[in-house]
C-alpha cells in the first residue's frame, strides 16, 4: 500500500466541499477499514484578491510513522491556478515543492533542498487538485458534470467521474440523501479508485469519500 497514494487522494476530494466566502473551515475524520481512525484533515478557503485561496493540511498516523501534508492553492477569478505549494513530512521524509502558472502555459516547478527548477507545458488554463476540485463542486452546484479532466500536483493526473445514483448515507446521527460518484485517477505510474457522495445541499458539499487500496477501503467523512 503507497501512504503517500492515500495522502493524494484524501487532499484532492477534500476540496470538493468549498463553497466561496470570506473564510470557512471543514473538518474531515479519516477511517482505517475496521472503523478505526487514522487521523484528520481540514481545508480553509478565503477570499484572495479577485480569487480564492485553499488551505489543507492533512494529519495521520501509521504504525511508527507520522504524516502530515499542507497544500496551499491560489486560484483566480476565473478559477486558473497560479501558485500551488505542497508541504510534507512523511516519516523521516520531507517533501518541499512549488508550482509557479505564468497563465500561458508555462509551468515552473520549485524543489528547494537540492531539488532544483524544472520548467513544463500545461493548459492556459491550469487547475491543481485543489483549484479543480473547487471549480468541480462550482459545477454541480449549478447542475453540471464534467465526466473527465487532467490536474496538476507536482505530475499531471486524469480524472475520470461517472455518476451512480443517490444513496441514503449515515453522518453521525443523520441519515440523509446523497448523490454518488465513481472516480479514477490515472497518473505516472499509479492509479486509484474512489467513491465521492455529496450531500443535496446548495453548496453540493462533500459528505464522504472512500478510497479503494488492496487492504480495503479507506473512509474520510465530514464532521458535522
Request: proline fraction near 5%.
Amino acid at each position: 500500500m503507497k501512504k503517500r497514494s492515500i495522502l493524494f487522494l484524501f487532499a484532492c476530494v477534500t476540496a470538493f466541499a468549498q463553497k466561496p466566502s470570506a473564510e470557512q473551515t471543514f473538518t474531515y475524520t479519516i477511517n482505517w477499514p475496521s472503523g478505526l481512525s487514522l487521523g484528520e484533515s481540514s481545508i480553509t478557503s478565503r477570499v484572495n484578491g479577485d480569487g480564492m485561496e485553499y488551505r489543507m493540511v492533512l494529519q495521520a498516523g501509521f504504525p511508527g510513522i507520522p504524516l502530515r501534508d499542507e497544500y496551499v492553492s491560489k486560484v483566480n477569478g476565473s478559477g486558473c491556478t497560479t501558485e500551488f505549494t505542497k508541504e510534507a513530512v512523511h516519516g523521516t521524509k520531507k517533501i518541499n515543492e512549488k508550482l509557479t502558472f505564468n497563465g500561458v502555459g508555462g509551468l515552473k516547478r520549485e524543489t528547494p533542498g537540492g531539488g532544483g527548477v524544472s520548467q513544463a507545458m500545461v493548459p492556459a488554463c491550469a487547475h491543481d487538485g485543489l483549484g479543480f476540485l473547487f471549480f468541480l463542486q462550482k459545477e454541480l452546484a449549478q447542475g453540471r458534470m464534467p465526466s473527465s479532466a487532467t490536474v496538476i500536483m507536482g505530475a499531471q493526473y486524469q480524472l475520470t467521474l461517472t455518476p451512480a445514483g443517490s444513496q441514503q448515507i449515515t453522518l453521525g446521527p443523520d441519515r440523509l440523501e446523497a448523490d454518488r460518484f465513481i472516480c479514477k485517477s490515472k497518473g505516472p505510474g499509479s492509479e486509484q479508485n474512489f467513491e465521492l457522495f455529496f450531500l443535496r445541499d446548495a453548496a453540493r458539499t462533500l459528505a464522504i469519500a472512500k478510497v479503494q487500496f488492496p487492504v480495503g477501503s479507506f473512509a474520510m467523512e465530514l464532521v458535522r
